[in-house]
T-cell receptor, first 112, second 113 residues
Framework: EAGVAQSPRYKIIEKRQSVAFWCNPI?????LYWYQQILGQGPKLLIQ????????DSQLPKDRFSAERLKGVDSTLKIQPAKLEDSAVYLC??????????FGPGTRLTVL | DAKTTQPPSMDCAEGRAANLPCNHS???????VYWYRQIHSQGPQYIIH???NNETNEMASLIITEDRKSSTLILPHATLRDTAVYYC??????????????FGQGTTLQVKP
């Protein structure tokens, strides 16, 4: 069974630029999550989708972050404009009805 | 905020059992205890979860105290590949099956040869 795929694996941008991350969840998983992990901390949930609807985006900085999950499969997370404090690893995870979350390898973002 | 407390770091000799403690004194009756680990430069990986009974799978054992206020993850024969950050998480399981994970700082386990 293929795991959660994410791209790119690494991204370096300058502040005020925009960036987008892509996630392909495990086939058949209805729930998709985006987490932000700052160095030395545990992951923090940014947004959670159930199929193509948003379940929880309470921690998403909506003035600069946006996410979508068209057709209830792939998802894109965008930051525009990026700030220095957005430097982190962005993790995508998916789950089925069994509740266990499967994580992708993450995208490491560096904002200069 | 995370509802669990874990020691920041632990060491374990290769081949010995690693016992990772977790305090969750405010756990509610409908909340499960989950353990995930994160090996360097990888995403977190599910290990095991339980409600009140002890659980065992191919990776580890989970021992939950009778009052459910604490638990211990046991890796029976630690290897160098078990070096990782281990997260103890409490989360509810509802009919929607969409409970989010709230990660704390975790315990960094260093397995030494």
């Amino acid at each position: 069974e293929a795991g959660v795929a994410q791209s790119p694996r690494y991204k370096i941008i300058e502040k005020r630029q925009s960036v987008a991350f892509w996630c392909n969840p495990i086939s058949g998983h209805a729930t998709l999550y985006w987490y932000q992990q700052i160095l030395g901390q545990g992951p923090k949930l940014l947004i959670q989708f159930q199929n193509n609807g948003v379940v929880d985006d309470s921690q998403l900085p909506k003035d600069r972050f946006s996410a979508e999950r068209l057709k209830g499969v792939d998802s894109t997370l965008k930051i525009q404009p990026a700030k220095l404090e957005d430097s982190a690893v962005y993790l995508c995870a998916s789950s089925s009805r069994k509740n266990e979350q499967f994580f992708g390898p993450g995208t490491r973002l560096t904002v200069l | 905020d995370a509802k669990t407390t874990q020691p920041p770091s632990m060491d374990c000799a290769e081949g010995r059992a690693a016992n990772l403690p977790c305090n969750h004194s405010t756990i509610s009756g409908n909340e499960y205890v989950y353990w995930y680990r994160q090996i360097h430069s990888q995403g977190p990986q599910y290990i095991i979860h339980g409600l009140k009974n002890n659980e065992t799978n191919e990776m580890a054992s989970l021992i939950i105290t009778e009052d459910r206020k604490s638990s211990t993850l046991i890796l029976p024969h630690a290897t160098l590949r078990d070096t990782a950050v281990y997260y103890c998480i409490v989360r509810p399981l509802g009919s929607s099956n969409t409970g989010k994970l709230i990660f704390g700082q975790g315990t960094t386990l260093q397995v030494k040869p």
